[in-house]
């Protein structure tokens, strides 16, 4: 079973407006930390957010906010008001265990590409 | 304060050829991971060091991949006998002592196996 699920390959958004970029994750693991990344072209990884599961709070950073419903095992990425400098891949990690005592190696979603309009 | 640097940026190589990549993490970070992406999908897990120790290794690594970090600080990455299916980007990823988990990427190397 996929650990990490992006069921969006495109998405599609106008400059200004939000959006939200879909993550499911499947653990038993009772302590678990998500991450989402941009990968613009060039290639390289780009931290952007982190919620821990213990996390009573969704996590935000700037223009980023994760929606959290642990419940659901979902951990959707919202973007607010889209820049044309946005587009890019996007991926949803998982680290399983807690950071004291796992390794803390990262599973890794697909991708959903976003592509900001003008 | 310098981020993840990899070396080189891009790799073409023949069949058969030995590769190297070198990777230098961020200076207070203890924790380096290696990953390889192919084409359209999500980086995957390689190996992951603790300081100079290697303490996870995925089955994606093969008798002919192997790593080191000697002093705790970069690590290389070596390939022997490239095939072409080890075409792909290599990601190297270092993070802080445990409570400071954000893994941080370099730009990657690019290789390319004729």
């Known amino acids: 079973a996929q650990k990490i699920t992006q069921t969006q390959p495109g998405m599609f958004v106008q400059e200004k407006e939000a959006v939200t970029l879909d993550c499911t994750y499947d653990?038993?693991?009772?302590?678990?930390?998500l991450f989402w990344y941009k990968q613009p072209s060039s290639g390289e990884m780009i931290f952007l957010i982190y919620q821990g599961s213990y996390d009573q709070q969704n996590a935000t950073e700037g223009r980023y906010s994760l929606n959290f419903q642990k419940a659901r095992k979902s951990a959707n990425l919202v973007i607010s008001a889209s820049q044309l400098g946005d587009s890019a891949m996007y991926f949803c990690a998982m680290r399983e265990g807690g950071g004291g005592t796992s390794y803390g190696k990262l599973t890794f979603g697909q991708g959903t590409i976003l592509t900001v309009h003008p | 304060d310098t981020g993840v640097s990899q070396d080189p940026r891009h790799k073409i190589t023949k069949r058969g050829q030995n590769v190297t990549f070198r990777c230098d993490p961020i200076?207070?970070?203890?924790?380096l991971y290696w990953y390889r992406q192919t084409l359209g999908q999500g980086p995957e897990f390689l190996t992951y060091f603790q300081n100079e120790a290697q303490l996870e290794k995925s089955r994606l690594l093969s008798d002919r991949f192997s790593a080191e970090r000697p002093k705790g600080s970069f690590s290389t990455l070596e390939i022997q006998r490239t095939e072409q299916g080890d075409s792909a980007m290599y990601l190297c990823?270092?993070?802080?002592?445990?409570?400071?988990?954000?893994?941080?990427f370099g730009p990657g190397t690019r290789l390319l196996v004729l």
């Open positions: 653990t038993s693991d009772p302590s678990y930390g």
């Open positions: 200076s207070e970070h203890n924790r």
């Open positions: 990823a270092s993070s802080g002592a445990a409570g400071e988990e954000t893994q941080y």
